[in-house]
């Protein structure tokens, strides 16, 4: 399997040079050049599998000759045995007709944990075959940081750094980036917001002299193999509710598009999906592009589900790339004209996006509302991120296909809003409930390139 760019002028990779490398050099994506196929009988034949048995027959096609089959099995499982629940991702009923998927029994108590530790597992493989060391940074609106850090943490062949909004992320996101003590995991505050370090990631990526120095390795949701990772529960969701014989819609609460775009796989590779629903909270410029074709930044309002407070969301253009007939110089033209605010999707390219996708915007009041009513009637205490996708998913679902929310965080990660619409202050689960007592590390930051740059070559170990 080849990777190619989704603007048309990097060199096309194998799998694990696109995993290793993250952002294309044309400033690109790396998407595969076509799409594997599971048959009706290969989607049946996934009944009553483990989530890491289905996890090795989605991804083996698109993984290819990058790793052994018994290596790749021996990886997944190992990726999936610090997670505090035997399913994996277990499906729960809210509702006739309406299920919650909970992705949030990993580690860092997000649905980040799910590519996050997986990639980990497979860069410490491909690195210690090869040899070599990374350096990754990493942006993050919270939960990105932590997965990353939690599933890269004492590792040999990896340096980390992790740039985060400075008193814009949770308390309990900060400690969980604050607190591990492996000495190659640096989590840095950025005076700024989230599109700050995500911009600042991205400046890094495009100087090649730095880039090519450090060995810059990029984590971000933009790696095809995260996406990848996430297109496993789709899967396994959809099977449990009787595909291929039975179509199911899926919900999900969308920032960077990384999510939602592996529920798209999933749907290109034959997995029977009726509709693909992004749901955002008040920063929803998906949702503004998707109902009038203009694809235009805002400014970043923070809000109570702050890891979709995002206004440029990098795995759209993947979309995009498809959208508009896989043509790499149209996109590239559009992200031209995005540095200067915005584009208009052309009418063939937004005809085909909402083939595919629908969308819904919910606001503050309405989350808090959800979060209030779910735990009344739905006995589920909801994330409020969880919680914006609910709301849409009540709203847009029709009554004969099955709809499946995605739940992307535990309601402990953001205890203030769940107590807020509720009353109730919900409990880190056992295994992390010693969080407030551990001591933090971190270190400020401006919203710098060189000084970034100059503090991450002091840093690193090689
Ligand atoms: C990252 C995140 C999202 C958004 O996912 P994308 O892949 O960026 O669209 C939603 N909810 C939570 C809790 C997250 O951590």
Redesign the pocket.
């Known amino acids: 399997m080849r990777y190619i760019s989704t603007r048309g002028a990097a060199p096309d990779l194998g799998f694990a040079e696109a995993m290793l490398t993250g952002l294309a050099r044309d400033g690109g994506l790396y998407v595969p050049a076509e799409i594997p196929q599971m048959s009706t009988g290969d989607i049946r034949a996934l009944h009553g599998l483990s989530y890491e048995e289905t996890a090795f027959r989605v991804m083996r096609p698109f993984v290819n000759d990058a790793f052994a089959d018994d290596v790749f099995a021996d990886l997944i499982a190992k990726a999936y045995a610090g997670f505090g629940h035997d399913a994996r991702a277990p499906l729960v009923q809210l509702a006739p007709g309406h299920f919650l998927l909970e992705l949030f029994h990993g580690p860092t108590l997000?649905?980040?944990d799910f590519a996050m530790q997986l990639i980990g597992q497979l860069f410490e493989h491909e690195l210690s075959r090869r040899g070599e060391q990374v350096t990754i940074v990493g942006a993050t609106?919270?939960?990105?940081g932590s997965a990353a850090i939690e599933a890269f943490a004492g590792l040999d062949s990896v340096d980390v750094f992790i740039l985060y909004p400075h008193g814009r992320v949770s308390e309990v996101q900060r400690r969980q980036m604050t607190t591990p003590q492996a000495a190659n995991i640096h989590a840095l505050a950025i005076d700024g917001h989230f599109d700050d370090a995500q911009a600042r990631l991205k400046d890094m990526f495009n100087h090649f002299e730095f880039r090519d120095r450090v060995r810059l390795a990029g984590v971000n949701?933009i790696n095809w193999a995260r996406v990848l990772a996430q297109v496993v529960y789709y899967f396994t969701s959809a099977v449990s509710l009787g595909a291929p014989d039975r179509a199911v819609s899926f919900t999900?609460?969308?920032?960077?598009?990384?999510?939602?775009f592996a529920g798209y796989i999933a749907k290109r590779m034959g997995l029977p999906i009726d509709r693909l629903i992004v749901a955002t909270n008040q920063n929803d410029i998906l949702h503004r592009c998707l109902t009038s074709g203009a694809y235009e930044k805002g400014e970043v309002v923070p809000s109570i589900?702050p890891?979709?407070d995002?206004q440029v969301?990098s795995?759209f253009e993947r979309a995009l790339f498809d959208a508009y007939g896989r043509d790499g110089k149209a996109v590239a033209q559009l992200m031209d004209e995005l540095k200067a605010g915005g584009f208009a999707v052309s009418q063939g390219a937004l005809q085909a996006l909402r083939e595919d996708f629908g969308s819904g915007r919910v606001s503050e009041d309405e989350t808090l509302a959800t979060i209030r009513q779910a735990n009344e009637t739905m006995g589920e205490l909801l994330?409020p991120?969880s919680a914006v996708g609910v709301k849409v998913a009540e709203d847009q679902r029709d009554p004969t296909t099955p709809m499946i929310t995605l739940a992307?965080?535990h309601p402990a990660?953001f205890p203030d809003a769940v107590e807020r619409a509720t009353g109730i202050r919900p409990p880190l689960p056992n295994r992390m409930a010693d969080l407030y007592d551990r001591p933090e590390r971190l270190t400020r930051v401006p919203n710098d390139l060189a000084a970034l740059e100059t503090l991450i070559e002091e840093r690193r170990r090689t």
């Open positions: 997000a649905f980040k609106s919270g939960d990105t949701s999900v609460p969308t920032g960077n598009f990384g999510d939602i589900s890891s979709m995002i969301s795995n994330c991120h992307t965080a990660k």
